[in-house]
């Protein structure tokens, strides 16, 4: 079976959705209802959940989205595990404290989609870096002995 980003979803413990709940682009999305009103039967209607717990074993709830990624949560899982999960394959990531939790996901959605040939190295885009400030230097001259382009630097500047 060939593997599509489209069927890729995150799982993780019922904590850290706390941090993910903190990206801007996260959204609220609870899931489908599991049980049948009707006949109180588990009925799977997600396919994420479904596909899970017939290849894992292991029953996951939806808790949102980030963009069109599905976030689902698994209360065994460990508090630092992140799951990057697609049809059969889930690979397990230790999540690292030194960067925020957004940056640490795509990071680790880019080496699951190089590792298993969705996409090339050569077509990731990289963050746009922040353009440097000019750093404003106050002159070692009194105000009177400025000219008055400095002058009106040294107004503009004073407080940075």
Do not use: W
Not at 55 to 73: A, E
Not at 113 to 137: L, R
């Amino acid at each position: 079976m060939k593997l599509l980003i489209k069927n890729t979803y995150i799982v993780c413990n019922t904590i850290l959705i706390q941090k993910i709940q903190k990206i801007p682009y996260f959204k609220l999305d609870l899931g489908m209802a599991f049980l049948d009103k009707n006949t109180n039967k588990l009925q799977l209607k997600d396919i994420n959940m479904a596909t899970h717990v017939s290849f894992h074993g292991r029953f996951i709830v939806k808790c949102g989205d980030i963009g069109s990624l599905p976030i689902y949560t698994d209360s065994l899982l460990h508090i630092n595990t992140i799951n990057i999960c697609n049809n059969e394959y889930i690979k397990s990531y230790t999540i690292d404290n030194n960067i925020d939790i957004y940056t640490f996901i795509n990071k680790i959605l880019n080496s699951f989609f190089i590792e298993h040939n969705m996409i090339d190295k050569e077509n990731i885009t990289k963050p746009k870096e922040k353009e440097k400030k000019e750093e404003y230097i106050i002159p070692n001259k009194k105000l009177s002995d400025m000219t008055e382009e400095e002058r009106v630097l040294y107004a503009r500047n004073r407080f940075n």
